[in-house]
């Protein structure tokens, strides 16, 4: 990379990177260069880095504060920012001046990079996105506060035995943190349980609340850098620990374990992060998080606002404040501001009403029901006695609107309300009380005004929006992959970096055959990087010349990696079946974590390595296909796999992706799309023209009416299809390596049977298996002629800009949240 903006004297900044660095070491870990280890290595270079983003940060704030701009807080239950080192240098714009100094230091920065504990603070796409806003907002220059939670333990490290899962635990903390600082000063408390008493004696309501458990929220803050910006912003993450670390009462008396038995249990709340993608688990340590974190930030938000704002009464909040929830995990913060509104600041209830509504803005992520949250009443009442009382009394009064709206209909105020059948909806209570809602793709945000939240969309017709993702191109571009950055850069200059729709200009040069033949080789470079990476760690072998196919993403049955497993099990069947078969030589890279309690995602691992080796094991097919499954599946390794991709899969049931991201970061790194109509695969087409995407099977209104009507039999599909019953039977026949006595029975009875009256296959995997199998021949068709690949290659890098977060940002901030940029005196 040589982006040489923003680097006045190269050589200055070189030689002061070399004395901090060695400063450092000498300071911080009594070491000189030569005895130095690689992790005190990592930190001393990380200690000089951070020392430049604090400079940034102290100055973002400096003018935060005195231009008293109105500022987001982003709360989400996961952030999954994966390592900063090397995008923190990028964003900083040093890049070369770090290269030029570890080279003379004798350094490897990719090296000491593999030192950095990874915080994989999240599950998938919903918490890599909110990594992704950070980096938008900063290099934006927006105000704004991503909250979250500082889970001691991030998602479970995957390894794969005798070809099933295990999980282990993450402790990246046990190390230490260097990004991260403790910030005490704004510690808050944090009550549990109790009684609620009502106190009119003063002729007026007092709420007592007696009788809680008290746990202090700690928060410790991240700075996040904004590329080639002044603007280093806050992530503030929350860690819980317990108000006296030990009863000294007890401790006197001897009884030293309970003594540590209230600490223990406080510390709970952010010890772990829950390992469920796209499903709700309904246990009470999760509901304590998240009133854990959503609490302490709203606690925040308000001394905040009574800091710099003393003589604006909090009926003004929302003029200074945006509070943004990704997903309803968050969603309590609403019961909690108002509480707060009322029985601290004596708000009316028309008031904090108001006041609320005006500051809160939900995103949507899913359509999947099992995703959408609702919890027991009785656990909330016995949990948040106070803020079920208030959570009782919105429901009511917005009862009592809908019944304005829709006198005597029972049923829909019923389905609207957000309390009902001794549950408490999460999704209601954020659509209720938010301005504006958002879906994460133009299909996600239909089928929520149409289908999901229809009764919503015509009570407020202007309440639910789509706003497209996005992901940021500097880390899914110019840290990932370096060498199409530098070739872009070269091409059309540095500004695409900031301003990703001048990757339009690329356009031209799908036709230009020098530039095309470049491209192909930073994707040649980029395989091979991968294929070494995987003869290290994994001790295989693959050809970097065969065609890599990629599906990275968690395992999901509504993803379809069995969809991908069966089709090579049908290519299997064709080579066995004739050795000179005209197939492609392919690597199919498979890296998916499934979440720990969800048996048939943990099957269709099984499955997996099985294919795997029953692949390897043939002489004949080995020589034409090959299946990795890369194990733990995290930022790190997709910034090394989505480089070398060539084809994408993206072949989720329609209607059921909200939106997918990686599906943009491959399409950004220049991999051709094998996909649904579904997500952002359905912008994508648009795009870029049907011709650069190979689109296959059921769109989401016939997979709506087909099984909304009953019309899907997966059975006869079985009995018609000769290829796919031959597949369909390797699952129970004993083809396929398996220890297990039933083999793959689960699966086959569920694709064919349904089961615990599901119907069968509900995810299409029967009815697209034709279709899919005739666009994977297309693929290898154009695979063949590396030229035509090449164009379409580039083509995609060229229409990727619109799916840069920068751009989904812009979006929120017009149509939601109207923050201005803060104005950095630039040196
Ligand atoms: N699992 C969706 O399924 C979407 C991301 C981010 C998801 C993805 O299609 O790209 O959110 N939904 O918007 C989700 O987590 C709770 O719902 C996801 O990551």
């Given at each position: ?36 280890t ?46 900063s080192?090397?995008n ?20 490897d ?54 070809g ?17 600082v ?25 709420i ?56 223990e ?62 997903d ?45 949250e ?5 656990m ?78 015509r ?7 789509g ?35 001048q ?12 530039f ?19 003869a ?5 072998k ?36 004739d ?11 498979f890296?998916a ?116 009507n ?17 597949v369909?039977?390797?699952?129970v ?28 296959d ?18 290898q ?28 940002i ?18």
């Open positions: 990379m040589d982006i040489k903006r923003n680097q006045p004297d190269l050589q200055a900044r070189k030689e002061q990177i070399i004395s901090e660095v060695i400063g450092k070491l000498r300071r911080h870990f009594g070491r000189t260069l030569e005895e130095a690689p992790s005190q290595l990592y930190k001393a270079v990380a200690m000089t880095v951070r020392d430049a983003i604090m400079e940034k940060w102290t100055a973002t704030r400096k003018a935060r504060v005195q231009q008293q701009k109105k500022r987001l807080y982003y709360l989400s239950v996961e952030f999954l920012i994966g390592r080192l090397v923190n240098i990028i964003n900083l714009c040093q890049d070369e001046a770090y290269r030029q100094a570890l080279e003379e230091l004798g350094v920065l990719a090296e000491i990079e593999q030192s950095e504990p990874e915080p994989s603070l999240g599950n998938g796409g919903l918490g890599r996105l909110a990594a992704c806003f950070m980096d938008s907002l900063a290099t934006l220059g927006l105000p704004a506060m991503g909250c979250g939670i500082r889970y001691e333990y991030g998602l479970f490290r995957q390894k794969i035995v005798d099933s899962q295990v999980e282990m635990p993450d402790n990246w903390l046990d190390d230490g943190n260097v990004w991260e403790p910030n005490l000063d704004d510690q808050m408390e944090v009550h549990f349980g109790g009684q609620i008493e009502e106190d009119w004696s003063s002729g007026q309501l007092h007592r609340h007696t009788g809680y458990h008290t746990v202090i929220a700690v928060p410790y803050d991240i700075p996040i850098s904004g590329y080639d910006s002044d603007v280093a912003l806050s992530l503030r993450l929350w860690s819980a620990r317990a108000p006296q670390q030990l009863d000294m009462s007890l401790f006197s008396r001897g009884e030293y374990a309970r003594a540590a038995e209230e600490a249990l406080a510390q709970t709340i952010s010890k772990v992060l829950y390992p469920e993608d796209n499903h709700q688990e309904g246990k009470m340590l999760r509901l304590q998080q998240h009133y854990f974190f959503t609490s302490a930030t709203i606690q925040y938000i308000v001394k905040d606002f009574k800091k710099r704002y003393p003589h604006m009464p909090l009926t003004r909040l929302h003029e200074k404040v945006a509070i943004h929830i990704n309803t995990h968050p969603a309590l913060a609403i019961p909690e501001l108002m509480r707060i509104l009322l029985d601290q600041e004596g708000l009316s209830w028309e008031d904090a009403w108001q006041v609320t509504r005006n500051c809160f803005a939900y995103t949507n992520h899913t359509v999947m029901s099992e995703a959408l609702r919890w027991p009443l009785q909330f009442r016995e949990l948040l006695p106070r803020i079920h009382m208030i959570t009782n009394a919105i429901n009511e009064q917005y009862c009592h609107d809908l019944w304005e709206i829709y006198p005597n209909d029972f049923g829909k105020i019923s389905y609207m309300s957000i309390i009902a059948y001794d549950q408490v909806r999460m999704a209601n209570l954020a659509l209720a009380m938010s301005h504006k809602v958002n879906g994460v793709s133009q299909l996600h945000a239909d089928i929520l005004r149409k289908d999901l939240f229809a009764d919503w969309a009570t407020e017709p202007d309440k639910i929006i706003i497209t993702n996005g992901v940021t191109i500097r880390r899914w571009c110019v840290k990932a992959n370096p060498g199409l950055t530098d070739l872009i850069t070269e091409a059309i200059g540095p500004d695409w970096i900031k301003d990703a729709d990757l339009q200009k690329l356009i031209p040069f799908a036709a230009d055959a020098a095309c033949e470049r491209f192909r080789r930073v994707k040649a470079e980029n395989k091979a990087r991968l294929s070494n990476y995987i290290s760690k994994m001790d295989i693959v050809d970097p010349g065969s065609l890599f196919d990629c599906q990275a993403k968690r395992l999901h049955e509504y993803k379809r990696q069995l969809l991908n497993a069966l089709h090579i099990l049908y290519l299997y069947r064709r080579l066995k079946e050795p000179a078969a005209n197939i492609e030589k392919r690597t199919f890279f890296a974590k499934a979440s720990p309690g969800y048996y048939r995602a943990k099957e269709i691992i099984r499955l997996i390595h099985a294919v795997k080796v029953l692949v390897e094991s043939d002489p004949v097919v080995r020589e034409k296909l090959q299946v990795v499954f890369l194990p733990n599946y995290c930022v790190s390794l997709a910034e090394v796999l989505i480089p070398a991709a060539e084809l994408s899969e993206q072949i989720s049931t329609a209607g059921k992706e909200a939106s997918g991201t990686s599906n943009m970061k491959f399409m950004l790194n220049g991999a051709l799309t094998i996909g649904t109509l579904d997500g952002a695969n359905v912008e994508m087409a648009q795009l870029m023209g049907g011709e650069n995407i190979f689109i296959f099977g059921r769109k989401a209104q016939e997979v709506e009416n087909m099984l909304r009953k019309l899907y039999h997966a059975g006869e599909l079985y009995e018609t299809n000769r290829a796919l019953k031959n369909l039977d390797m699952l026949d004993g083809s396929l390596p398996a220890d297990h006595p039933r083999q793959f029975s689960d699966l086959y009875q569920s694709l064919l049977f349904g089961d615990g009256g599901n119907i069968a509900p995810y299409l995997v029967l009815d697209d298996f034709a279709p899919y199998a005739e666009a994977q021949e297309e693929v068709r154009v695979y063949r002629d590396t030229q035509e690949w090449t164009r379409r290659a580039v083509l995609n890098t060229a229409h990727a800009g619109f799916f840069s977060s920068d751009r989904t812009q979006e929120y901030n017009e149509r939601i949240w109207h923050l201005e940029p803060i104005q950095m005196e630039r040196e």
